[in-house]
């Protein structure tokens, strides 16, 4: 599991790539569900008049267990035998739920700026 200091790195560095896109009152908050073995899960809400705020969740097992309490409906069922590398996205509503495994390269402001391009659309990539 990554220390909370580069979670919160992580999540500022996306954070901040982020607001050039978003319109004047768009907040970002993010739960962060930290895991012991396999990394954390990033869940970013976005909307009017949300505070940017981060709340750090208690630590669990395994990412699969995280998954299977967070509201979302890309997986469902026996969640147990799922092992996830990398990072994985999933897109709802107003969320963006990051699966991150704890590899150091997965936290960096480079991964940030990555995952911010896999959830623009290419024509939004080099707007303001």
């Known amino acids: 599991m990554p220390d909370k200091t580069t979670i919160q ?9 982020l607001a050039r896109f978003l319109k004047p009152g768009i907040g970002v ?6 895991a012991k073995s396999g990394g954390a899960i990033l869940e970013f809400t976005i909307g009017p008049g949300l505070k940017n705020d981060d709340v750090y969740q208690e630590v669990s ?23 996830f590398r990398g990072t994985n996205v999933i897109l709802e509503d107003n969320r963006i739920i990051f699966i991150k495994d704890d ?5 960096t402001d480079k991964a940030a ?5 896999r959830i623009l ?7 303001p």
Do not use: M
Request: net charge positive; with cysteine.
């Open 9 to 17: 790195e992580y999540i500022n560095n996306f954070r901040r790539r």
């Open 29 to 34: 908050t993010c739960n962060v569900y930290p």
């Open 61 to 83: 097992q395994t990412l699969s267990k995280i998954l299977s309490k967070i509201k979302q409906r890309a997986f469902g069922g026996n969640l147990d035998g799922f092992i």
């Open 103 to 107: 590899s150091p390269s997965e936290w």
């Open 113 to 117: 700026a990555h995952d911010l391009e």
């Open 121 to 127: 659309p290419k024509s939004r990539r080099n707007a």
